[in-house]
């Protein structure tokens, strides 16, 4: 008890020795301690401190470590550096010095070793005091230091000098100085000083510098969610990035170390591939090796994008032959290895779980490569059994070790010898279960020499005795069978008579008979063993082979318009993936068509089938185990299409009509029997059926006819299944033989020096009969006689004409022929001349297509090259869909201009366009566009399908799976981004979006998973939509529409176009400083009035957007609203001005407050304090007035008194008060001090 009071005595007389003459001091910068040596420092000096601290460093080892410091003080203070747990006595490896350019100074620790681990202390001094500060180094060591004994260590550092020797390291590639800058441009900022080391940039500063000056002066084109490339366990290298492309016929190129790399875009297994879904372009190095490490560039044309590194080490080692399992006698020497495909020498070696070092027992070794390992195990036993590993870092192989006991009778007469001597001898029973053969033996002998007994007659009677040991020769084996076939698991054991118990799974599942070998009649027989059975479910989907055979021989075939039910169960190892197609595309549920899926069986489900749903259906079973495809065929019968028309009045007169018409392009799945006829005279209502024809006759003649009478002739085609819908023809008048009307006037088709040769196309009127031929005639231009060409009716609409003379200029007409006569004569051809005709016009050129839409497409190009005498009339556009191989023109006339927009397209259907020139001899070669042009679809803007079945809030059980699936619906298929908080999603969480719905799948919920989930849909013209709250309203305008109100308008929120449920909320303010309060609520329109105006108040107004999930940002005005007040005459009589007496007794604002801290630390009380004049602060501790006190720091800094104590001890506890006084009284405030613990 004395000891410790002198020692508390002592401690106490020295810490007031030392605050007489140091005082501590506090820095601005955490985790530096100022002690002051004097009391009072001259003006323009001050004591060290520290501007920037060095920071705790963890590096590598065999790196070197740099810790920097700035300090400051006047005089400068002089800066030296300590460690705490050792010395720094080598000036090669510990180095200081001081950098006048950025004012450090700086510590460098050389290759650093696992000594270097320590708490590194910087000192600052000057004459008046000094800053000490500190920062940690701790090394992360090695593999070889970490695991590998000394021996090894120093033969693998042997066998790296000897590769060094034999095969020098070829000299490092120079790397293009701009690829480093385009390199720092894309690298994160934690990795600049990595990538200047590596590259000789010493310049830091001035490295950050031209970074910025580049980004200025550089247009670059930059890619979003750039991924830096990175190596996976399966040994590829892939980066990737996200960017649109201006020009889609932009070429990318991919360049390593400057050098361009070939790779391909639909092949997964070339050294370098490209893949691309969208906006995202990932580019994948297969089978990486260290000769791939290097700096890879991705450029569009001439333009950089994205630079990134692999690093050598960052390539995992990869296995050319693994380990393999090996079984040996005890005793033996057991010898395992592999090869590496890349060196590395620093493995390791692990028995299960324990490291394996180099000794006696096991020999490790390296070839000089540092391909091959080797392991060799002396002399092994029963506790050799088990797993070995050789680990590299990134990837392992592994490999079991069977150590099967010797066959020797010496052995099993010993084992049978003591067994006799424990059932005799029960102390030796503890012995036996421990299985300490040589204390067992011993023991044996020295009871056999107690009893007097001899070992021949202990050996005649081990017969009687039960057998220590069944052996097992052949373990069991894993089996891999097929659900419903038969598996054989078979083991040998060292005995007969032995009866098996089979477990599977822990669980007995009965006795079975075992294959034994032969064994020695001196064997011990009945020992009882435990066998486990390994049998893995091998069991891909399987379907009935009877419901199989129907599916797949036999049609399923129902009515139009009845219910369709397809299931067909199976069974199989779960999860099983079930997927309907037809004709090769995957079904998806709609109004008619839903496919339901389950464990056990997949359904699909047509509530009213038609005859589109005919055809080849595949349903696809999988899990991980198999894929069985099943095709079956779906036939709908219904009725016919109505025939094809139009109805072809082949000859009509005043006692019959011949009308025809081809066969309906569906029969309904049944052929068509035959056609109903029927005929409406005009004005007339009914239908009277003429009669029918058979299938095969498409022409029907009724003489049911009227001289001068109209009639309409309608069919129906009929089947099995009934008659189909009407074709009905246009009126047909039964007159008189009638001759035909005018054809168009003809065309040049090509001309000569006394030839001309012209086409024509028939009259759209026939007459009462068919035409029979054709008269042409001539005439030269200017001329009005027209001269018959020939004197016989032309069967063709075709005519070449002679004996013609050059230079004149012709037209020609065309008359139509039938049996009334000869008809109306076409009007006049265009003039041509006799004369040789000019060649056509060659290819038009630079065709390309200039825009499309769902339904038109845009095409431009430019005018052939002009040739001697060659003039372009015009252009023709010809279009053919990709199913379709006839051409079709797309205008009747010639086009003049060289662009031209085809119309009337299909969405999503496939064309092929080409142009041809025209002249005056007629078309030229075609050019055509190199390859189909597809019809988008429709442009949908991106909008969410929001219902009452989507939630905006979600409370999961931690563990629970979250899925939050989103249906939307947009045209093109837009890009779907999933936001937390506003920040990419952590890679647990997974995003399926296919068929107009999006979906967050996160297995297992985290609590780190909670927050705000951001949906965004965003199309390739630039509209975005987000499921989150509402955007903003529009501008706020304020208007006096009634006098004393205000009436508030707002555009509305571009949300309201999808938003079924938003509403806004109006919110008033009457001045800047005030709060707001809501004056309208639930409000739908974009308009509110206000009537509870003040006049000559300011009122500020804001309207927010609100939904289910929240409240938008603000919109409001920014000029205040005043209702003008009117003003009333009024006269003021000033007061004569009294003088404010400000004076006032002292007053506490903030009271002492009790304080308890421990023993060591530091203690700060203080207080806010009031008064005019200013009043006098006196602090007291259990009534003595501390001002003199230089323990103590007393300050008032504006009212606020504070009483500091450094390193507080237990006589500092007590009871504190401060006083303020001043003329006009006195104030006082108390408060306690509790110290805590014991001093040292």
Not at 971 to 983: A, F
Request: aromatic letters at 8%; a positive charge.
């Amino acid at each position: 008890m004395w000891c410790k009071i002198c020692l508390i005595h002592e401690r106490r007389s020295l810490k007031g020795n030392q605050r007489a003459g140091k005082w501590k001091m506090k820095s601005a910068v955490p985790g530096v301690s100022i002690t002051q040596f004097v009391d009072r420092i001259p003006a323009g000096c001050s004591t060290p401190d520290f501007e920037r601290k060095p920071v705790t460093l963890s590096l590598q080892e065999g790196k070197n470590a740099i810790f920097r410091a700035v300090v400051k003080g006047a005089p400068t203070p002089e800066v030296k550096w300590k460690r705490a747990k050792g010395e720094m006595n080598d000036p090669t490896r510990y180095q200081t010095y001081f950098n006048p350019a950025t004012n450090e100074f700086i510590l460098q620790i050389n290759k650093l070793t696992a000594d270097d681990t320590d708490l590194y202390r910087c000192f600052a001094v000057n004459e008046y005091g000094e800053a000490v500060c500190s920062a940690g180094l701790r090394i992360i060591q090695g593999r070889i230091r970490r695991f590998c004994s000394p021996k090894l260590k120093k033969k693998l550092k042997d066998y790296k000098k000897m590769l060094r020797k034999r095969a020098p390291q070829p000299q490092a590639k120079q790397v293009d100085k701009e690829a480093v800058w385009q390199l720092l441009l894309h690298a994160d900022k934690k990795d600049y000083e990595r990538i200047c080391i590596k590259y000789g940039i010493s310049d830091f500063r001035g490295m950050l510098k031209k970074l910025q000056e580049i980004r200025r002066t550089t247009e670059l084109a930059h890619g979003e969610n750039l991924q830096h490339i990175m190596v996976t366990k399966d040994g590829k290298a892939v980066l990737s990035l996200e960017m649109e492309l201006k020009n889609s016929n932009s070429k990318i190129y991919l360049l390593k170390d400057g050098e361009k790399l070939r790779y391909g875009t639909g092949d997964e297994y070339r050294k370098h591939c490209l893949k691309q879904v969208g906006k995202k372009y990932t580019f994948i190095v297969n089978d990486v090796h260290p000769e791939d490490a290097g700096l890879y560039q991705v450029k569009v044309e001439d333009v950089p994008v994205f630079s990134t590194e692999l690093d050598a080490e960052a390539i995992p080692v990869r296995f050319q032959q693994p380990l393999r399992d090996t079984r040996c006698h005890e005793g033996e020497d057991v010898v395992f290895g592999c090869t590496l495909r890349t060196p590395c020498y620093d493995a390791v070696w692990l028995h299960k779980t324990h490291l394996l070092e180099e000794s006696g027992k096991h020999q490790i070794s390296v070839s000089p490569d540092g391909l091959t390992h080797q392991l060799i195990i002396k002399n092994a036993d029963p506790s050799d059994n088990g797993m070995y590993t050789l680990d590299t870092g990134i990837c392992s192989s592994n490999a079991w070790l069977i150590v099967e006991f010797e066959k020797s009778s010496k052995a099993v007469s010993l084992c049978q010898l003591a067994r006799s001597i424990l059932v005799q001898s029960p102390v030796m029973t503890a012995v036996y279960f421990f299985k300490i053969r040589f204390l067992l033996t011993c023991m044996c002998i020295f009871v056999c020499m107690l009893l007097s007994v001899s070992l021949c007659s202990l050996y005649t009677s081990f017969s009687e005795l039960p057998a220590l040991r069944c052996r097992v020769d052949k373990p069991l084996v894993d089996v891999r069978v097929v659900k419903g076939k038969s598996a054989e698991l078979a083991c040998t054991v060292s005995s007969k008579d032995v009866q098996g118990t089979w477990f599977k799974d822990g669980l007995k599942v009965g006795v079975a008979q075992l294959l034994f070998s032969l064994i020695n009649s001196d064997q011990i027989s009945n020992p009882r063993i435990l066998l486990l059975l390994n049998y893995l479910d091998h069991n891909p989907p399987q379907v009935d082979q009877v419901l199989l055979k129907n599916l797949t021989n036999v049609p399923t075939v129902t009515k139009a318009g009845q219910k369709v039910k397809i299931k067909i169960p199976f069974e199989g190892q779960l999860p099983i993936r079930a997927t309907w197609l037809k004709d090769g595309m995957e079904l998806i549920d709609d109004t008619r068509i839903r496919v339901d899926k389950a464990d056990t069986f997949t359904m699909l489900s047509i509530s009213s089938s038609e005859r589109k749903d005919c055809g080849d259906y595949k349903i696809r079973l999988k899990n991980d185990h198999g894929v069985l495809e099943i095709n079956l065929k779906l036939v709908v019968i219904d009725k016919p299409e109505q025939p094809t028309g139009p109805i072809k009045v082949i000859e009509s007169s005043s006692s019959d009509i011949t009308i025809q018409w081809k066969p309906p392009k569906d029969d309904g799945g049944k052929p068509v029997q035959n056609y109903i006829i029927q005929m409406q005279q005009v004005g007339k209502e009914e239908w009277v059926t003429l009669g029918e024809t058979p299938k095969t006759c498409t022409t029907f003649t009724t003489n049911k006819v009227e001289q001068d009478m109209g009639y309409y002739f309608r069919l129906r085609a009929v089947n099995v299944e009934g008659a189909s819908e009407p074709l009905e023809s246009d009126e047909v008048k039964a007159a008189s033989k009638a001759i035909p009307g005018p054809p168009d006037p003809p065309e040049i088709v090509s001309t000569g020096k006394e030839t001309i040769t012209i086409s024509w196309k028939a009259p759209h009127n026939t007459g009462s009969s068919r035409i029979v031929g054709y008269l042409v005639q001539k005439r030269k231009k200017g001329a009005s006689t027209w001269v018959p060409v020939t004197n016989m009716p032309v069967a063709d609409r075709k005519l070449k004409m002679t004996n013609l003379k050059m230079g004149l200029q012709y037209e020609f007409r065309v008359a139509a022929v039938n049996a009334a006569g000869v008809g109306e004569a076409s009007a006049a051809s265009q003039p041509a001349f006799a004369r040789d005709s000019t060649e056509p016009p060659g290819q038009v050129r630079d065709l390309r297509v200039a825009s499309h839409d769902s339904t038109s497409i845009t095409l431009t190009w430019k005018a052939p090259e002009t040739k001697d005498g060659i003039d372009v009339k015009g252009y023709e556009v010809e279009m053919r869909s990709y199913v379709n191989p006839n051409w079709t023109k797309c205008s009747v006339l010639p086009i003049k201009a060289t662009t031209y927009t085809v119309k009337g397209l299909q969405a999503k259907e496939l064309y092929f366009l080409r142009v041809r020139a025209i002249n005056d001899s007629g078309p030229g070669e075609a050019a055509e566009l190199e390859t189909f042009v597809e019809a988008p679809p429709p442009v949908v803007p991106p909008r969410f399908l929001i219902n009452d079945r989507v939630k905006s809030f979600l409370v999961i059980k931690a563990g629970n799976t979250i899925r939050v699936p989103m249906r939307f619906e947009a045209s093109p298929d837009p890009v779907v981004t999933w936001l937390k908080d506003g920040h990419p999603l952590p890679q647990r969480a997974k995003i399926n979006t296919e068929h107009g719905t999006t979906q967050l799948l996160i297995e297992a919920a985290e609590f780190s998973d909670t927050g705000t989930y951001t949906v965004e849909l965003q199309n390739g013209s630039g509209n975005k939509e987000s499921f989150n709250i509402p955007q903003s309203p529009g501008p706020v305008v304020l208007e006096e529409n009634v006098p004393k109100t205000v009436t508030v308008t707002w555009e509305p929120s571009p949300s309201e176009k999808w938003e079924s449920d938003l509403y806004y909320t109006v919110l008033k303010r009457e001045s800047q400083k005030g709060s707001w309060h809501t004056v309208g609520d639930m409000i739908y329109t974009n308009k509110f009035t206000y009537t509870k105006l003040i006049p000559g108040r300011d009122y500020y107004f804001r309207v927010v957007a609100k939904n289910c999930l929240g409240t938008s940002g603000p919109s409001e005005n920014v000029d205040p609203w005043r209702l003008k007040k009117q003003k009333a005459d009024f006269q003021i009589r000033q007061r004569e001005y009294r003088g404010v007496n400000q004076n006032q007794p002292p007053r506490f604002l903030v009271q002492l407050k009790p304080h308890t801290v421990t023993i060591g630390t530091e203690c700060q009380m203080s207080c806010a304090v009031t008064g005019h004049p200013q009043p006098k602060i006196t602090w007291y501790k259990d009534g003595r007035d501390l001002s003199k006190d230089p323990t103590y720091l007393c300050k008032n800094i504006f009212g606020v008194c504070s009483l500091m104590i450094l390193g507080v001890i237990k006589n500092d506890e007590g009871e504190y008060m401060v006083e303020a006084s001043n003329a006009l009284g006195r104030a006082f405030s108390k408060a306690s001090l509790t110290i805590t613990g014991n001093n040292l």
